[in-house]
C-alpha cells in the first residue's frame, strides 16, 4: 500500500490530480469506514479463501509444468505476478472477468508500478523536477486513464450481478464498495464515485500484486542459491501433504501450522521488504526528538524510514546480510518477530507501521506462503546458467524492491 500512497502524492505534486484511496484519504472518518470495509469484509476472512488459493495455487504450478517441457531456464517473474494478478482480481471483480481483460489490467498495474518507480528517485519537489519528469507523467496519467476504461465496465458489470460470489465463497471486493456509504459534507452517507471506486480498485490490486509478486522471487531466489534450506523446508511441505498432494495441506496449517515456512518467508521479507522506505510525519515532540526543538517546523517534519536498513541493522540482527530462516524459529533471536511491529521495539517492518500500515499484511503473507508451498511441492528449483557465483542478488529500489536481474531457474517437475 506504500507505494501506491507514493504514487498518488507524486501526482498531487505534478498534475494535480487527487486519488482518495485508504492510503491517501486523510485520517478521519471517510477513511474509517474505507478501511472497517476492507477489514471486515475481505481481509478478516482468511479461512474462507482456502479453494480460491489452491485454485490460483494448482493454476500457478500448470504454468510452471507447460514452461518446463521443453527443458531450459524459465523466467519466474512473469508467470508469479500473472498467477498473484489473476488471484486478486478474482477476490476484487469475481468469477466473470475474461482472461484477455484481466491480462491487459494486469499491464496496468505492472506498468504503473515500474513507471513510478522510475520517476521516484528524481523526484524532489521542485520546478526542475516536475519539468523533467513532466513525460513521464504524462505516462502516467494515460495509465489512469486507461484504469478507467477497464475498471468501470467491469464494475456497472457487477451493479447487476451483486448475488453472485467469488468461488461461491466471498464477496467480491467491488460489490462491498457498491453498497458503501462514505460520509459527506451534510453527515449523511452518500455512496462512492466513480473516481473513488476506480482509485480503491487500483489500490487493491496493485497491492495484491506487487509486493506479493516481488516477495515469491526474491524467496525462490534465496532457496536456489541455498539448496539445503529448500530441501529443509521441502520436508517440512511434504510432511504436512503426507502423501496427498497440496490439496491435502489445510489453508489452517499454512496461515500457522508450518514454522519453516513462515521463518523463511520472513527472511525473505525482513532482507526485501517489499517497499524501499516508508514516509511518516512527526509532531510534537516525536518531531523534536527527530530533528532538534530548533529545527522542527511548526506542521512537523515529514520522516522517510528505510525499510531495507532496519532489517539489516547489525545492532539488531546477527549476520544481518546472510538469509538465515532459524532466527525466526522457536530459540532463535527472533523468535517473537514477526511482519509487523511489536509494541516494544521495531526490528523490521517490511509492511509499514502506525495507523497507515498495510492492512492485509496477513492476507500477503497467506498468499506467498500458498504459492511457495505449491512450487516448492511441485518442482525442484536449480540455478540457470552459469552461477558460480550465486545468484545474483542485487537489489533495485524503485517503488517495489526487486530483483535487478530477474529470476531465471532451471525448473524440474516433481514425480
Not at 99 to 119: N, T, Y
Not at 176 to 181: E, H, S, V
Request: one cysteine or more; aromatic letters at 6%.
Amino acid at each position: 500500500m506504500e507505494f501506491l500512497m507514493l504514487l498518488a502524492v507524486l501526482l498531487c505534486l505534478v498534475a494535480g490530480m487527487r486519488n482518495d484511496n485508504i492510503a491517501t484519504v486523510n485520517h478521519g472518518p471517510h477513511w474509517r469506514v474505507l478501511r472497517c470495509n476492507l477489514t471486515a469484509e475481505v481481509l478478516s476472512r482468511l479461512g474462507s479463501l482456502a479453494p480460491l488459493h489452491e485454485e490460483a495455487a494448482q493454476a500457478l504450478v500448470a504454468d510452471f509444468s507447460a514452461r518446463v517441457l521443453g527443458g531450459g531456464e524459465v523466467a519466474v517473474r512473469e508467470p508469479v505476478t500473472t498467477a498473484v494478478f489473476a488471484l486478486a482480481a478474482r477476490l476484487c471483480f469475481g468469477d466473470f472477468v475474461d482472461d484477455r481483460h484481466k491480462s491487459a489490467m494486469g499491464r496496468v498495474i505492472r506498468d504503473s508500478i515500474v513507471l513510478a518507480g522510475e520517476l521516484n528517485p528524481r523526484f524532489d519537489g521542485s520546478m526542475l523536477s516536475k519539468m523533467a519528469n513532466c513525460r513521464g507523467f504524462r505516462r502516467i496519467s494515460a495509465l489512469l486513464d486507461r484504469q478507467v476504461e477497464l475498471y468501470l465496465p467491469l464494475i456497472a458489470a457487477r451493479r447487476q450481478a451483486r448475488s453472485q460470489l467469488c468461488g461461491g465463497i466471498i464477496r467480491p471486493y467491488v460489490d462491498t464498495l457498491l453498497d458503501l456509504r462514505v460520509p459527506d459534507s451534510n453527515g449523511a452517507g452518500r455512496p462512492l464515485r466513480d473516481g473513488e471506486l476506480v482509485g480503491l480498485v487500483f489500490e487493491f490490486l496493485g497491492t495484491a500484486t506487487g509486493s506479493t509478486a516481488a516477495c515469491l522471487e526474491w524467496t525462490l531466489a534465496h532457496l536456489i542459491d541455498q539448496p539445503e534450506v529448500q530441501d529443509k523446508l521441502r520436508r517440512e511441505i511434504n510432511a504436512e501433504a503426507d502423501g496427498g498432494g497440496m490439496l491435502s495441506i489445510s489453508s489452517k496449517s499454512i496461515r500457522s501450522g508450518m514454522p519453516y515456512l513462515n521463518a523463511v518467508v520472513l527472511e525473505s521479507l525482513r532482507m526485501h521488504p517489499p517497499v524501499p522506505f516508508i514516509m511518516r510525519s512527526a509532531h510534537g515532540e516525536g518531531a523534536t526528538a527527530i530533528g532538534g526543538a530548533t529545527a522542527v517546523p511548526v506542521d512537523g517534519l515529514s520522516v522517510r524510514f528505510d525499510l531495507g536498513g532496519i532489517g539489516r541493522d547489525g545492532k539488531s540482527w546477527t549476520d544481518p546480510d546472510k538469509f538465515r530462516p532459524e532466527r525466526f524459529l522457536a530459540g532463535g533471536e527472533a523468535e517473537d518477530v514477526g511482519p509487523a511491529p511489536g509494541p516494544k521495539e521495531i526490528r523490521m517492518m517490511p509492511f509499514g507501521a502506525g495507523h497507515r500500515h498495510c492492512p492485509g499484511v496477513n492476507m500477503g503473507m497467506l498468499h506467498i506462503k500458498c504459492f511457495l508451498a505449491a512450487l516448492l511441492h511441485g518442482f525442484d528449483w536449480a540455478p540457470a546458467g552459469d552461477c558460480s557465483g550465486g545468484v545474483d542478488m542485487t537489489e533495485l529500489d524503485g517503488f517495489v524492491k526487486i530483483m535487478e536481474q530477474p529470476l531465471s531457474a532451471r525448473v524440474t517437475r516433481r514425480t
